[in-house]
Structures are given as structure tokens and as C-alpha cells.
């Protein structure tokens, strides 16, 4: 393959085309080197070895079938939330499709769905909202090998490659745990897997094996699958019966100067209601349901015709900005588990109880 790599090259420098002054320098892509032959993978797979007690030969095979994906490389430096307004974000993740779709999956799994959320203390809405922002119910669960993502990722990315190289870890480790060959399983662009997409330490963390056949299937197994996000949201500190968000009225300069606005950063509620009433925060106190000691974060969402929404994100808020850091992916999310909610509500057959029938067993 090498050799009739540098064919190819030879035979179009030599082309009268590629001659022409203003034709771009053909460079050679680091991808023609083997991962298995670069001293800095060679020193992971000897900790690997040490440190977990892998086979060094299987370890060497794996990383000489792995190859660089520069699509990768290129979907990580340019998130949605990055250059998108909140509308835009809006729009791609709340639909008709995903709402009727939610609603369709609460009829369908109605009695596993309220036995988690009793279990776990997590809302079904929440639970559905998820699935259909990540995956669409499973529809889309990536079609990256998520072995090549993360060792691209972890040896070849711009930034975050000690996090990448740790994911790379936790991988292996979850395919030898769960007894799957690393090299057939696919996932996102950033190695997020299944219908929930977790990440392989939250795979290995969080993934719970509800339908108990032996092994956490976060692709087959809709038990599985359930009780892995409730058991996500609970460990992270989901309070039920709680609220999510306070839709501010209003907020002054000096308000906003402290409100979050797209980044990663400050999510995390310190402030008070009460505290932030006095810095000129208003909100609606009809549907305030949380104390003046309540902990919240004041969040700015832009519009595409340059006005402003001003958000008060409580703990349950919070909670969903760790599955994905981001006050956009939080709040299309909530709004989207209210749809559902609401529509799975208005079903004439449909008991929110859980009394339609489900089995609960993989699909």
C-alpha cells in the first residue's frame, strides 16, 4: 500500500498540470505511518501492558489496523454551538418527528420507563428527551469505528489529547469488560457509542445491565439503555420533583455582564434568587416553585434577530449540562422532554402510569 502510495504521487508530479505555478505543494499526510510504528504509541501500549495487562501482540495488531481520520479531526474544532444562535440550535434538535417519535417510544416501553424512573428518581421525559437529541431513539448512532476516532483523536488532535488518550484506555478496557471486538464497534466522531452515545468512561461508569443477561448494551437493549441515562442523571445529582429553569422577564446590564452565555464555563449555580433579584434579575414569581435561598445560573440565549433571551438555570439544569457541557444542548433538551411530555399526555389510550404493555426485552 505504501509502495503504490508513492506511485500515485510520483506519476502526478509528473502530470503538466501539477506543474502549473499556481497548483498547491502535494504533501505527504502523516497517515501513510503506521500508528503501530510511532514511538509515542508504542510508549502507550507498554503502559497498557504494565498497567492493565494487555497482549502487547494484540494491542500491535490493533493499532496497525487503526488509521487516521482527518473528518474527525475536523468535526472536533468546529462544534454546533460554536456558530449557531440559539434558534438555529433549537431547530436542529426540537422537531415533529423527534416529539411524535418520544411519545410513540413512552407508549411502546410505558411500564419499563416508570419502573426506572421510580427506581432512579429521573423523569421519563428526560430520560426520551435524551435519546432523541443524541440518537433519534437510536436511529443515527454514529458510523465512525470508534477504535480509529479516539486514536486519531488521542495521538493526532490539536488539543485535549491527554483526555482522548484517556478515553483510548477506558475503550479498550470496556471492549475487553464487555467482551466486544473493539474493531466492529462504531460511534460518533468523538467515540461516543449507543443510543444514549455515552463516552467510554461514562460507558464503564454508569452503564447499568437492567435486562440482566450479563452484559451493560447500550445499542440492543432497551432496559439497558433506560436505565444507563436515568443512572447518569442520578449519580450526577438529579433531584426529582424539582424544577429545571426560571425564564427571567428581564435582567440589567450588570446582570447580564455575569450571565452565561455559549460557553463551557460557569454553568455550575452559585448565585442566589435572592441575590440575583438584587442584581435586577425579574422573573415571574406566579411560577416560581424554588426558595430565595435556591442556587441558579443566569443564562443569555441569542436570537437570530438580535434580541435576547435571559434563562435561570437551577440544579436539575445543571445536571443535564453534564452529559453535555453546553446551556444550548441543556435547554433544547428540557424543551424538548416538555413536548414530549405534553403530547404523550394527550394520547386518549395511553396511561402514564405504565399500564400499556412492554417487556422490557432487547429489541
Not at 502530470?15 to 510508549?43: F, G, W
Not at 465512525?144 to 491527554?162: C, N, P, Y
Request: charged share 25%; net charge neutral; with cysteine.
Amino acid at each position: 500500500m505504501l509502495q503504490r502510495y508513492f506511485i500515485v504521487v510520483c506519476l502526478l508530479l509528473c502530470s503538466t498540470s501539477m506543474l502549473q505555478a499556481d497548483e498547491a505543494v502535494i504533501e505527504i499526510p502523516p497517515e501513510v505511518i503506521r500508528y503501530c510504528d510511532r514511538d509515542d504509541v508504542r510508549l502507550f501500549i507498554n503502559e497498557m501492558v504494565a498497567q492493565q495487562k494487555f497482549n502487547r501482540a494484540e494491542l500491535m495488531r490493533l493499532f496497525r489496523d487503526a488509521v487516521r481520520v482527518d473528518s474527525v479531526l475536523e468535526s472536533i474544532a468546529k462544534p454546533a454551538e460554536r456558530k449557531l444562535t440559539w434558534e438555529e440550535y433549537r431547530a436542529i434538535f426540537i422537531d415533529e418527528k423527534r416529539v411524535q417519535a418520544g411519545a410513540d417510544f413512552w407508549h411502546a416501553h410505558a411500564e419499563m420507563l416508570q419502573k426506572v424512573s421510580q427506581e432512579y428518581g429521573v423523569p421519563p421525559e428526560i430520560i426520551l428527551a435524551i435519546l432523541a437529541v443524541e440518537t433519534r431513539y437510536g436511529n443515527y448512532t454514529g458510523r465512525h469505528r470508534v477504535l480509529d476516532s479516539l486514536i486519531t483523536l488521542a495521538f493526532d488532535g490539536k488539543s485535549r489529547q491527554s483526555f482522548f488518550r484517556e478515553e483510548l484506555k477506558a475503550f479498550l478496557l470496556l471492549a475487553r469488560e464487555e467482551h466486544l471486538d473493539p474493531r466492529l464497534i462504531k460511534g460518533s466522531y468523538a467515540g461516543a457509542m449507543g443510543m444514549p452515545q455515552f463516552i467510554s468512561s461514562s460507558y464503564r461508569q454508569y452503564a447499568v445491565d437492567y435486562d440482566g443477561d450479563g452484559q451493560r448494551d447500550l445499542w440492543n437493549s432497551d432496559a439497558d439503555i433506560l436505565a444507563s441515562v436515568a443512572n447518569y442523571f442520578k449519580k450526577h445529582g438529579w433531584a426529582m420533583n424539582q424544577p429545571v429553569v426560571l425564564q427571567a422577564l428581564s435582567a440589567t446590564d450588570a446582570a447580564a455582564e455575569i450571565a452565561v452565555g455559549r460557553g463551557r464555563v460557569g454553568l455550575k449555580p452559585e448565585k442566589t434568587l435572592a441575590e440575583l433579584r438584587a442584581l435586577g434579575v425579574e422573573w415571574d414569581k406566579k411560577a416560581q416553585t424554588a426558595s430565595d435561598k435556591t442556587l441558579a445560573t443566569l443564562m443569555v440565549l441569542d436570537k437570530k434577530d438580535g434580541t435576547l433571551e435571559y434563562w435561570l438555570g437551577l440544579q436539575n439544569f445543571y445536571v443535564i449540562t453534564r452529559y453535555n457541557h453546553s446551556s444550548m444542548y441543556a435547554m433544547a433538551a428540557y424543551q424538548l422532554s416538555q413536548l414530549i411530555k405534553a403530547r404523550a399526555e394527550v394520547s386518549k389510550d395511553f396511561n402514564m402510569r405504565g399500564n400499556t404493555s412492554s417487556s422490557g426485552n432487547k429489541r
